[in-house]
């Protein structure tokens, strides 16, 4: 008879969070010794609600300065929580800057970074020749009161693809700078001027490169042509201006049906390259 074992097997859950923050007062998302960072607040308020220590994985690691509306992320715990009740104690527990929206329980093959499909960025102007109204001030970034919004489109639209984006990106040794870049569009709402951009994933500083090299040309100081050129360059090029921090804000990250995480947790983790004929993060 094979004795019975008296050690209590605990099976993790994974939790998923919704997450909401200003990124002006953090060091970015990513926990660092002595500094303020979203991931340090979080996982210590989470720590002390569920009396248990707390490590999160999340979607984009964002980097200082810049915001979230729809930034996910998710942990390991012993026991089912109560998602209500627990966003209602984190609300007493969190600063004012950092918000946990939604809290519910994830499949076990859920990974809030390796199973996401594309992330969502917005990024804010405005050429308002005052400049940001003071409750925007954080979020919206001014510049010259006449651009031309169409010149911006046409060059937005030439970046779109599979493509080696190192021309925008700072590298990271070991990670590739391929992405596939599925929207870059610009909206106009009075003075307000919103670029969309969302992509697979996104290497480091990119959004803002993106952003950078097309609000070059709508102030004429660039021609369409010069940003898909960019395209061909293999290091990051000096000639991008890299836009403000405060101006950008992850706004959403889109995830396979529950039968296809593991598939897509595996894609992911593969390197990519881009296929010949054809020309990762996201602050």
């Known amino acids: 008879m094979i004795a019975e074992d008296p050690t209590p097997h605990t099976v993790a859950v994974r939790v998923r969070l919704d997450i909401g923050y200003d990124g002006?007062?953090?060091?970015?998302?990513?926990?660092q010794p002595g500094l303020r960072t979203v991931q340090g607040v979080l996982e210590e308020s989470l720590s002390k609600v569920l009396r248990e220590p707390i490590q999160l994985t999340v979607a984009g690691r964002t980097d200082a300065g810049v915001h979230a509306e729809g930034q996910v992320a998710h942990f390991d715990?012993?026991?089912?929580?109560?998602?209500?009740?627990?966003?209602?104690?984190?609300?007493?527990?969190?600063?004012?800057?950092?918000?946990?929206?939604?809290?519910?329980?994830?499949?076990?093959?859920?990974?809030?970074?390796?199973?996401?499909i594309r992330r969502h960025y917005a990024y804010r102007?405005?050429?308002?020749?005052?400049?940001?109204?003071?409750l925007r001030a954080r979020s919206v970034v001014?510049?010259?009161?006449?651009?031309?919004?169409?010149?911006?489109?046409?060059?937005?639209?030439?970046?779109l693809g599979l493509h080696d984006f190192a021309a925008f990106c700072r590298r990271r040794e070991g990670a590739t700078t391929v992405r596939e870049l599925q929207r870059f569009d610009w909206e106009r709402d009075g003075d307000l001027l919103t670029a969309y951009?969302?992509?697979?994933?996104?290497?480091?500083?990119?959004?803002?490169?993106?952003?950078?090299?097309?609000?070059?040309?709508?102030?004429?100081?660039?021609?369409?042509?010069?940003?898909?050129?960019?395209?061909?360059?293999?290091?990051?090029?000096?000639?991008?201006?890299?836009a403000p921090a405060h101006g950008l804000s992850l706004i959403g990250v889109d995830y396979p049906a529950?039968?296809?995480?593991?598939?897509?947790?595996a894609q992911t983790r593969e390197m990519r390259t881009v296929p010949a004929g054809e020309g990762c993060c996201g602050g």
């Open 77 to 116: 715990t012993s026991a089912e929580p109560d998602g209500p009740k627990l966003i209602h104690r984190l609300a007493r527990f969190l600063p004012k800057d950092v918000r946990v929206t939604g809290i519910r329980v994830a499949p076990p093959e859920f990974d809030a970074r390796f199973s996401a």
């Open 24 to 31: 002006t007062d953090f060091t970015g998302w990513a926990r």
């Open 125 to 134: 102007l405005t050429t308002a020749p005052y400049g940001a109204e003071p």
């Open 258 to 265: 529950d039968a296809e995480l593991a598939a897509r947790n």
């Open 197 to 242: 951009v969302s992509a697979d994933a996104f290497c480091w500083s990119m959004v803002r490169s993106l952003v950078g090299a097309v609000l070059a040309v709508g102030e004429g100081r660039r021609t369409p042509d010069w940003v898909a050129g960019l395209l061909d360059e293999r290091e990051r090029a000096s000639s991008v201006t890299v």
């Open 142 to 159: 001014p510049c010259r009161s006449e651009v031309d919004l169409e010149a911006m489109r046409a060059a937005a639209r030439k970046l």
